[in-house]
């Protein structure tokens, strides 16, 4: 199960690197910092999902934050209130997707000189002990800036470790991918493939679903403790797991 392996990865992984150890003892719970957007609604919830996973397997503080509408500067932080018009409009998202392909360099120097200043008071400020990113762009900024924190404490890296939460299943923006990550988790072989041309070794990446959220882990826990009995009531084979496939049609108007 993807959340309950994000939060045991978590547990191992909440200490200082080896190869950057921590200026400083830390103590109390420990601190992990979910970067997301709100282009759309599966981010936000993926992070809430991962966050009550992490909250019942650990004692530890978990913030969830848009940190392009909080942290970054016009027109960038009104991303987000912008995206429905441009889901409206597939001329329009087309052309924002593949503008952030074809002049991805350009695009970061430009995001890192307008948004730097607000993504380091963001991560600096919470000090997390991980950071987790659930959208395609919060890989490349954060991480550059946890190396500039680093390198402005004395250090010789970054002492946090970096996961990669990909949402999309049937293919990814290429931005969701960086080589600096530790992990990144994605939920289909057509996604890990994406991973493998963006240069990401087959030992950081991890397949295992999308983050599901808490209500579902009930409902899964009693089916699992339902009766053969009940089950043939329902029409399902005991031994056989079940899959319900929904159709939706979406009209954009």
């Known amino acids: 199960m993807l959340l309950l392996l994000v939060a045991a990865t978590a547990a191992r992984r909440l200490s200082p690197s080896p190869v950057a150890p921590a200026s400083k003892e830390r103590s109390g719970k420990k601190k992990v910092l979910m970067l ?6 599966g981010h936000r919830a993926s992070a809430h999902a991962l966050e009550a996973a ?8 978990v913030k969830v934050v848009d ?12 991303m987000a209130a912008g ?19 074809g002049l991805e360099v350009p695009t970061d120097i430009l995001w890192r000189l307008q948004c730097g200043s607000g993504f380091k008071r963001c991560i600096g400020g919470f000090d997390p002990d991980m950071v987790v990113s659930l959208h395609p ?9 946890m190396d500039t924190i680093a390198k402005e404490k004395g250090l010789p890296g970054r002492t946090a470790p970096f996961a990669t939460v990909c949402t999309d299943l ?3 923006h290429p931005s969701w991918f960086d080589k600096r990550v530790d992990l990144c988790f994605v939920a289909s072989e057509a996604v890990r493939k994406v991973a493998g041309r963006r240069g990401l070794s087959g030992s950081k990446v991890r397949m295992h679903g999308l983050p599901v ?8 826990e009693q089916n699992a403790q339902a009766t053969p009995s009940q089950m043939e009531q329902l029409g399902l084979k ?12 979406l009209r954009l108007s």
């Open 83 to 101: 995206y429905p018009f441009c889901c409206k409009y597939p001329a329009i998202w087309k052309a924002m997707y593949y503008t952030t392909i």
């Open 170 to 172: 049937g293919s990814a």
């Open 67 to 78: 940190v392009w509408t909080e942290y970054g500067q016009f027109p960038w932080n009104k």
């Open 36 to 41: 997301i957007s709100d282009t759309g609604g």
């Open 238 to 249: 005991p031994n056989l797991k079940t899959v319900r496939l929904v159709r939706v049609r």
């Open 137 to 145: 762009l919060c890989q490349n900024l954060p991480l550059k800036v």
């Open 54 to 61: 992490m909250l019942k397997e650990m004692d530890m503080e």
């Open 213 to 220: 959220r808490k209500a579902f882990w009930r409902a899964s």
